[in-house]
């Protein structure tokens, strides 16, 4: 990984030095150069691949007014902060760092730049020159719950999990709260890989799962694994971050899309019209950045009204997938009947709902 940042970071410097030579300088500085740092790579499928299709449509919307360049499979540390400080010292005009543990890194290498604009993913800090946003994932974990707690017949769903993050944790809370809602006897397993893009990982939490009753997978990590894993054993599964319907055309049955495009077409123009400002953004369906895949066609139409029902209510805010009551897994009341969870709960929710069986990884 280092020489693949020590090769990005010399083609950058000779790049700007070649446009210097040339005398092309005030070409270049009419740019907006807008940079993405992603953790896995862009052929993921999922996560990072998502993220770059918001590269591409700002490519697309805006043409020869902006510059742009992307580092993919960064991984969360030390490299991070050197990745994003090249990119900041190098002319980039805003940065968006695509992962929670790029956190720390964007704050500290933003207090180096402050004239640079940063974004950072799914993250909670903000400063002057960083803004973060995030999406209400949560939302589709809810409908994909009703839908596999409707289908499953051994009452067992996997879900492989990437790290116990907040943004993880609300996520199988949410599936699971709904999968109980229509199938009391439900039950979640869950097997933690600790990473986010890891195909041999996932593949392998997924036949751990399968042996442990599982006959319906979700995920919160970003390879298609588990859903080849699902197809190839003929168990159903569902897709993470975008439609994965090619790698399991019978046993994918929707996915969680994440769509950013509009928010990166709305911040990229506004630090081309110099109206950007720091902020906080969390979307969700209502806004169309948690979009649903389309329905299989081997779930059942009583089991698709329930899951459009669901998601015009959210899309209405008539449904919050946190209302109570609810308790935390050791029995201590959360919420009282009718009561919704606050977003300051969801953001730093770092615990089991009760019902769920396991402990959180330290």
């Known amino acids: 990984m280092l020489s693949r940042l020590g090769q990005y970071a010399a083609g950058v410097l000779i790049a700007a030095a070649a446009a210097v030579a040339v005398g092309a300088p005030a070409l270049a500085q009419s740019k907006t150069k807008v940079s993405f740092v992603y953790v896995g790579p862009i052929g993921d499928h999922g996560w990072s691949y998502q993220h770059h299709q918001g590269l591409l449509a700002i490519k697309a919307a805006f043409g020869d007014k902006v510059e742009t360049s992307f580092v993919e499979s960064v991984p969360e540390g030390p490299d991070a902060e050197r990745v994003i400080d090249q990119l900041a010292a190098t002319g980039s005009s805003i940065i968006f760092t695509t992962s929670f543990g790029f956190m720390n890194p964007t704050v500290k290498v933003a207090a180096r730049y402050p ?21 209400r994932f949560y939302e589709g974990r809810h409908i994909i719950g009703l839908i596999a707690g409707k289908m499953t017949k051994t009452n067992v769903i996997g879900y492989v999990g990437s790290f116990p993050i907040p943004e993880v944790v609300m996520g199988i809370n949410a599936a699971y709260l709904a999968a109980k809602s229509v199938n009391p006897a439900v039950k979640f397993k869950v097997v933690w890989v600790s990473t986010w893009f890891d195909p041999g990982k996932e593949a392998a939490a997924a036949k751990t799962l399968m042996d442990q009753g599982a006959d319906v997978l979700m995920q919160h990590t970003d390879s298609p694994a588990p859903v080849k894993y699902a197809e190839e054993k003929g168990i159903f599964a569902f897709g993470q971050a975008s439609d994965m319907v090619q790698f399991g055309p019978n046993a994918h049955l929707t996915a969680i899309v994440d769509n950013w495009n509009p928010y990166y077409l709305k911040r990229v123009k506004e630090a081309i019209d110099g109206t950007w400002t720091s902020g906080a ?21 009583d089991v698709v009204a329930l899951a459009e029902k669901a998601r015009g209510g959210i899309i209405a805010g008539t449904l919050h997938p946190f209302t109570g009551p609810i308790n935390k897994q050791d029995g201590t009341p959360w919420l009282k009947a009718g009561e919704t969870a606050p977003d300051k709960d969801l953001a730093s929710m770092n615990f089991y709902v009760e019902g769920m069986e396991g402990a959180l990884p330290k």
């Open 281 to 301: 953004v969390w979307g969700g369906m209502k806004d169309g950045t948690v979009v649903m895949s389309p329905w299989s066609k081997k779930i059942p139409p």
């Open 115 to 135: 004239n640079v604009k940063f974004e950072h993913a799914t993250g909670f800090k903000q400063a002057a020159n960083v803004a973060t946003y995030d999406a």
